[in-house]
């Protein structure tokens, strides 16, 4: 069974809630809307939000890779956005 996509309105709000205050987090988000955003699906939007209740500078760190996700952020969803994120 397909997974759900992400409505035009629900890719809309997630877009706006990813704005962030480091143009380093900004730039690789940009350059993931760029790649997935016709193919995201409800579970890998929940992934994101996940991420975006992060600090900028933690969430830079993961994308860097100078931390992997610990704790309640250890989730496969989260996982599958953040390696997206990185690609």
């Keep these: 069974m397909a997974e759900e996509r992400l409505g035009e309105r ?38 994101l939000n996940a991420l975006m209740d992060l600090a900028d500078n933690d969430l830079l760190d993961l994308l860097l890779r100078r931390q992997e996700p610990q704790g309640d952020m250890n989730t496969h969803d989260v996982r599958e956005v953040l390696g997206m994120l990185r690609a």
Excluded: P, Y
Aim: glycine letters at 6%; a positive charge.
């Design 10 to 47: 629900e890719l809309s709000k997630l877009k706006w809630r990813c704005r962030r205050g480091l143009l380093e987090n900004d730039l690789f988000i940009e350059k993931f809307f760029a790649r997935h955003e016709s193919a995201l699906t409800v579970r890998q939007a929940q992934g």
